[in-house]
């Protein structure tokens, strides 16, 4: 068994759902339900004896302590965070105390539960920390795409409190000795996934005809990575990542976020035409966010020299599959898209979204 922290989100619950989904190894779903859990994701599994869903904080030790007394995993795969830049820049405090705070508790239960095994099960446990290639910084046009030995140079709150948790999953093996592995990926993009991030929101205000907002020149370069081959790379890494190493989990697609958004259009174009023309009609430039930037780039040629992992998609192939699920799933986005969401999209972009 292995125990999962957020699991009901975006990254967590596809991974989840591909666990579950290739072997009997039953999983332990320990996720606060915060905006972005959401358990529909989770619904093929709902009845699967093979998932045990906890609702359940991170932060509170008692009940961490409590589930891996009662459950014994082999492993534990972190994806719990906050994770959003502009929700980070108005509301520091919350990723402070996920992403700091509570990965400092899950370490130190983690470890005190690793100190109670012995012989084969504590030389095979594993902490998996799932973390961002935002923690190195920003990349200029013509710099090469981070190695895992590039400094750290956190410019949000988001990226300096995911930098935290990375440096205390680093300083909890040298010290205690707890098997840990860390992945630093790059833009997850695929099914499930909130609409406040770029690739959602574009499909679901352009099939809306809402305008498509862009910070500033949409000359902003990420790497792309679909979700489906992160949570290949997780389960890669899990199986023959060695303890304390890191792993640069990257898509080799490096793209603008204006090119994203002309592509997505292009595809829902393509799949469902809008009477009214092509949905680039609708993009919108907007004020860009408070330290924005410029580039990320993942350097991912560790984990495929050492543990022969690359990605099975394209950034083609895999966008084609992410519209296609949002089109195909009408009633998942309706229902993430009330409250909370729709109060942070209008705070965010304004009312005109």
């Not at 125990?3 to 967590?12: E, K, N, R």
């Not at 905006?35 to 998932?51: C, F, I, K, Q, W």
């Not at 012989?119 to 990349?139: I, M, N, Q, W």
Request: one cysteine or more; a negative charge.
């Amino acid at each position: 068994m292995i125990l999962v922290t957020g699991g009901a989100g975006f990254i967590g619950g596809n991974f989840v759902l591909d666990w579950l989904a290739g072997r009997d190894e039953p999983v332990v779903n320990l996720d606060a339900l915060t905006y972005a859990g959401n358990l529909e994701t989770l619904a093929r599994v709902a009845s699967d004896p093979r998932h045990v869903f906890v609702h359940g904080d991170i932060c509170d030790r008692a009940r961490v302590d409590q589930l891996l007394a009662t459950h014994r995993p082999r492993a534990i795969v972190h994806f719990a965070a906050e994770s959003h830049v502009d929700r980070s820049i108005h509301g520091p405090g919350e990723f402070i105390r996920t992403n700091i705070e509570g990965t400092g508790i899950l370490l130190e239960a983690a470890r005190a539960y690793w100190n109670t095994l012995q012989g084969v099960a504590k030389e095979a446990f594993r902490f998996h920390h799932v973390s961002t290639d935002e923690v190195y910084g920003s990349l200029a046009a013509d710099d090469a795409p981070f190695t895992e030995d590039h400094p750290y140079q956190p410019n949000s709150p988001y990226a300096a409190s995911k930098a935290a948790s990375d440096h205390l999953v680093r300083a909890w093996f040298h010290t205690y000795g707890l098997p840990v592995v860390t992945t630093n990926c790059s833009n997850n993009y695929g099914p499930f996934h909130f609409p406040e991030k770029l690739i959602p929101l574009t499909i679901v205000n352009a099939l809306a005809g809402r305008a498509l907002p862009v910070y500033g020149d949409g000359l902003n370069v990420r790497d792309w990575l679909y979700v489906g081959d992160h949570c290949a790379a997780i389960r890669t890494v899990l199986e023959r990542g060695r303890p304390g190493e890191t792993y640069n989990i990257g898509g080799w697609n490096e793209k603008t976020n204006l090119d994203i958004v002309h592509t997505v259009c292009a595809r829902l174009d393509e799949l469902r035409p809008d009477a009214n023309g092509p949905r680039s009609r609708l993009i919108s430039f907007v004020a860009d966010r408070p330290g924005h930037d410029r580039r990320y780039a993942i350097d991912a040629r560790k984990i495929g020299r050492e543990l022969g992992w690359r990605p099975a998609e394209t950034f083609d192939s895999g966008i084609r599959r992410t519209v296609e699920w949002y089109l195909a799933n009408p009633g998942w986005v309706a229902n993430v898209q009330s409250g909370a969401y729709r109060d942070w999209v209008n705070k965010q972009y304004g009312a005109s979204t």
